[in-house]
């Protein structure tokens, strides 16, 4: 959390340029108008890096994961301080998962990994 929040004050920095280069380049108008135009701006870019920073997307592979903390293990059965689960991948998603099924750090990677072999070989099928 702590580091989710470093990222998110280093976010509202880069917030301070959009308006300085507005409030310079813009000087024709109100100040007022200034400052909307620098918010719907900031606006434009902000809403995708927050919305990465707060769903902890990997945007480059398209996956959202949600861990919690305390869980037992789907695969294994042992009690782990932090459990992992995949909600959503490229044709892939379990967002509304009833029972959603958390998986301590090594058994979550072994899944994953063979999932990934899985959807590798299904796609490899699928080509002509
Ligand atoms: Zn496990």
Request: glycine share 6%.
């Amino acid at each position: 959390m702590f580091r989710k929040y470093l990222l998110y004050l280093l976010r509202w920095q880069l917030s301070t340029p959009i308006l300085a280069a507005c409030v310079i380049f813009l000087s024709a108008i109100h100040p007022t108008w200034r400052t909307i135009v620098a918010n719907v701006i900031g606006g434009l870019i902000f809403f995708w890096v927050d919305r990465w920073i707060f769903n902890r997307t990997n945007i480059l592979r398209g996956e959202l994961w949600e861990t919690q903390f305390g869980v037992v293990c789907a695969d294994c059965g042992k009690e782990a301080e932090k459990g992992y689960r995949l909600v959503k991948a490229p044709r892939y998603d379990r967002t509304y998962d009833r029972k959603p099924e958390f998986r301590c750090h090594e058994c979550s990677r072994a899944k994953y990994a063979g999932d990934r072999a899985t959807r590798k070989a299904d796609r490899a099928a699928l080509r002509p």
